[in-house]
């Protein structure tokens, strides 16, 4: 069918928003159609192809995060509803769109997004490692001396940063900025949520062979609880949100060899079209970028991708 860089679901039901990746579609009052399309982004720029199989991997891997932390952390809130489309919506849509839309399609609450992103870091390396080299610290938070690159911190680290608008750059915040963006309260919530989820998903990958190295959480309002509530949203947990590292091949003080978006950001970088626009990815990027993702889910959820045999809607 190709790659899907926007689907047609616009002609049926209320776009909200479209990121870089995902289109965000009203069902109703209450409930959100969260659509994952293949598009890539790398340092907040989208590519100008896509890559097929993409977005309904990411759909499926944090529809096995979701059932997975709400297993292992009962108290936990999440947008998460349901996996795929809604009856009463598929049986009004054309047959190859319901096709297009297979696997990438997730029910979810609607919720107000609180607009910080919650990034935890258990190692250094990335955006915090470029901090630490140039003056010890990240997100203002003073580090010890003497760490190498992609060495385990001695506890994991939350990292906040700004949620910017579509075309501009997510900033690494200190806490106490997070504190003022969004309030002390649910600031301290989200970071002790943050690191606890953390932990849980970790330890699961790590036993399986895969260093979550860090990763980026997002939180929202659940405001018909009273007190609001701080419910888990977005995606969780995949390629795109986090640097996973094989622990086979993981060595401090240099770079990892990883399932993610770093391939494509080296590439970027080292082909000088690192913040380019509109750039278009080779072949054998797409495809061994790709294949990096279908490992990861091999890995985290012990099943071969397959697209024409997954079962779930
Ligand atoms: P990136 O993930 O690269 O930062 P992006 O932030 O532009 O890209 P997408 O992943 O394309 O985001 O789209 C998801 C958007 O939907 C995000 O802005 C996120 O905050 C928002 N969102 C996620 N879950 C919900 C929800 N339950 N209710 C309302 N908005 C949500
Ligand atoms: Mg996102």
Redesign the pocket.
Known sequence: MGATIQTGLRDYLRLL??????E?YELDDTK?L?VATDRI?AY?IVMKNAIDQKGAILTQLSDFWFNLLQSRMPGLRT?YISLGLPLTLQERLPPDMVEQLRLRTMV????R?LPI?SIVRGFITGSAWSSYQKDGTVCGIPLPSGLKESQKLQRPLWTPST?AE?GSK?ENISPEQAAKIIGKEYADQIKALSLNIYEEASAYALERGIIIADTKF?F?LDESASPAAVVL???VLTP??SRFWNVGTYQIGRGQESYDKQYLRDWLAQSGLKGKQGVEMPTDISTNTLERYKEAYYVLVGKVWDMATSEAP
């Open positions: 928003a479209s990121g870089k990746v995902r965000i959100l969260f982004s907040d947008h979810v609450k609607r919720l997004v992103e949620k579509l997510d997002e929202g949203l977005d995606e795109d949100s």
